[in-house]
């Protein structure tokens, strides 16, 4: 009896090369949102403020200077990518790449919300910096 030929298992080099430019993908992705996030971050902050949960990002903010949430965030976003990207071929790193990819889609679309709303938003953003709220932060030259 004649068997048709089975396909040979890929073997783990090919696997690791797709895997590789899988999270060179990802990665380019999630470097493209971060530093969109980070534009409109500086776009609300500068202007009318935001309301940051992020701590971190939070006392960055208080130094009243946009070039140091720039350093910063810029840092951490070539930090994430050159840890990804040395470790491309790596399960774990494809995990992690669509973790943060993820991550960051939500948030882009988080984003898109916020600035669909922010019209209605500007009144109540006003009363809560008017109140000193300790979450609510804005970069830029203070009126009061």
């Known amino acids: 009896m004649i068997r048709a030929a089975q396909p040979l298992p890929p073997s783990s080099a090919s696997l690791a090369g797709t895997r590789a430019s899988r999270v060179l993908w990802l990665v380019g992705l999630t470097v493209a949102v971060a530093f969109a996030d980070l534009y409109m971050t500086l776009i609300h902050a500068t ?3 935001l309301h940051e949960a992020n701590p971190l990002a939070r006392a960055l903010m208080l130094y009243n200077c946009p070039w140091v949430v720039v350093a910063f965030r810029s840092l951490t976003i070539i930090l994430f990518a050159l840890v990804l990207f040395r470790a491309r071929t790596r399960p774990s790193a494809e995990i992690a790449a669509w973790t943060c990819a993820l991550v960051m889609v939500w948030l882009l679309f988080r984003w898109n919300e916020y600035n669909s709303n922010a019209q ?7 009363l809560i910096d008017e109140h000193n709220l300790t979450d609510f932060v804005s970069i830029g030259p203070r009126d009061k």
Do not use: D, F, Q, Y
């Not at 209605?120 to 006003?126: M, N, R």
């Open 47 to 49: 202007s009318v403020g």
């Open 120 to 126: 209605e938003l500007t009144t109540a953003l006003a």
